[in-house]
């Protein structure tokens, strides 16, 4: 499965694009699980102490907007966006 990877959370891993293995039976929240595993840094930047995903994160499968118990196949392109400010 693969994650692509925004701002500063791309810069936490070195990469743009990410490839994580999971189970065939994998939820979006097993791929975020399996890439924090991976690279531990990312984990204060998308959890809050309480181990729950920061409500400025947005996950999206494919395009579209992703619930962390959602099923997600081995096709699926992941996203991981951090809040972004500009203008």
């Known amino acids: 499965m693969e994650w692509k990877l925004f701002a500063d959370l791309a810069e936490v891993t070195g990469a743009r694009t990410v490839r994580v293995d999971v189970d ?48 997600a196949a081995a096709g699926d392109e992941l996203a991981l966006f951090p809040p972004v400010s500009g203008g």
């Open 24 to 71: 065939g039976d994998a939820t979006v929240g097993d791929a975020l699980d399996a890439l924090v595993g991976a690279h531990p840094a990312l984990e204060s930047r998308v959890f809050g102490d309480d181990g729950e995903l920061y409500d400025h994160i947005n996950v999206l499968r494919n395009g579209e907007a992703a619930a962390l118990g959602e099923e």
